[in-house]
């Protein structure tokens, strides 16, 4: 696969739109709090449902699905970047983290 458009948490500005691959579990034990979940899973199905931002960030947990999906969303003419090291780096930054109501924030 041919390098993707990436970035780097600490470049990643606080407001930014992401799009966040990683399946329900994942997504319902630590995300962003801003990003929208549409999982790689599904993402053929839902392709509606992806953000109109420019660009758009996207995550999973260590940057290895998103990367794919920056790649297939840059194909159907997306402005796709992948968020490098994911949701790991994410916290690992101190950005912050929600989880379902009642849960503790992580990274699975």
């Known amino acids: ?8 948490v600490a470049e990643l500005p606080v407001d930014a739109a992401m799009l966040d691959v990683r399946e329900a579990d994942e997504w319902a034990a630590g995300r962003a709090p801003t990003s929208v979940h549409v999982p790689m899973s599904e993402l053929t199905a839902r392709i509606s449902e992806i953000p109109a931002a420019e660009p758009l960030y996207v995550v999973c947990r ?3 699905r998103s990367a794919r999906v920056v ?5 159907q003419g997306y402005p ?3 968020v490098d090291g994911g949701m790991q780096a994410w ?4 950005r912050a983290v929600v989880a379902d109501e009642g849960r503790s924030p992580e990274i699975v």
Request: hydrophobic residues 45%.
């Open 1 to 8: 696969m041919s390098a993707v458009p990436s970035v780097s």
């Open 71 to 75: 790649a297939y969303l840059a194909q």
């Open 80 to 82: 796709a970047v992948n």
């Open 91 to 94: 916290a690992g930054h101190g």
């Open 62 to 64: 260590s940057g290895g």
